[in-house]
């Protein structure tokens, strides 16, 4: 299955942010060079974006919003309105100007990602929302779109699972952050400290070993990176998430744009050149042997998430 690369426009862009406002100004500034609109409150702290339009037909709105608190919060709308996500201090995705923090924007007119580059062990510096590709065999339906994040609300400073340290779910403890998923007719999200099984949370169909564990429980082989040849092995982003609730099966569903995962170990943020393209990978996993733990004491799989930029 090859990479789904869009046709740009891409966007690759930091700034410092002091506050709510000029977070909400950077993005006005650089989605739409991305190939996104602003559909609503232009110059404003109550800010809707819409995608560019797939192949498939499909486009995914995005609000952002200053709800009075410390960060901006981030939510999905489908474009007809009809399916939409809460916005406020305790649901959707949090960025905080805290500290005057440099954020950067990766984009492309499907997906963006914001986020706090080289601070890893902070909460309400991530959010990511896309548009996605759906591929065979699953048929597309008539909306589709999901938002991830590091932050479980407005003032919460624990840190939440999110693909800037980790590609596969670790401890039951941190739990994920707020998310929500749009798929057909149906919208669901999770906000505000959940606790319980979030097996339907949007996450990726990583490659694992079952063999050979060497002792890190039942989990597989976490050192499984390379060919024969030495070349580490890549995979596509596919990802899985439940139709209606988070209790539900989890199935593949979706792919990421401009992504791939290298499945190996990489400091966050690193750049590189392959396929022809420029990346950047936005998942800090460099820790040699000290990968996040699974709630079975296994080690979790490596993986870099990269998203192409040139």
Known sequence: MPVQY??????????????KAAICAF??????????????????TNLLFQTGTTS???????RVRDNAGTCVQFSIESTDGV????????????ISPTGAPTLRIVANPFEFTIYQPANYAANR????????????PVTAPTRAGFMVSDSQADANATQRESWRVQLTSATAAN???????????????????????????AAFAMLMSTAGSGGNGSGGNPNLRRWGNGDDIT???????GETVVTDEPMIRAQLWDA???????????????????????????????????????????????????
């Open 6 to 19: 869009t046709a740009g426009p891409r966007v690759n862009v930091a700034l410092a942010c002091a506050t």
């Open 27 to 44: 993005l006005e500034a650089q989605l739409p060079l991305a190939g996104w609109s602003v559909i609503s409150g232009a110059g404003t």
């Open 56 to 62: 498939q037909g499909l486009a995914l709105r995005c």
């Open 83 to 94: 399916l939409t996500s809460t916005n406020s201090t305790t649901a959707g995705g949090s």
């Open 125 to 136: 510096n991530f959010v990511f929302v896309c548009c996605p590709f759906i591929p065979s």
């Open 175 to 201: 739990g994920p952050g707020n998310a929500a998923h749009i798929w057909g007719n149906s919208l669901w999200q999770i906000n505000n400290g959940f606790i319980g099984n979030w097996q339907s949370i």
């Open 235 to 241: 995979c596509m982003p596919l990802l899985s998430w």
């Open 260 to 310: 791939v995962i290298v499945c190996n170990n990489f400091p966050g943020d690193t750049l590189a050149t392959f396929d022809g393209h420029d990346w950047i990978g936005i998942t800090n996993q460099n820790a040699g042997l000290s990968l996040p733990t699974l709630t079975n004491n296994a080690l979790s799989p490596r993986g870099t998430l990269f998203l192409a930029v040139a």
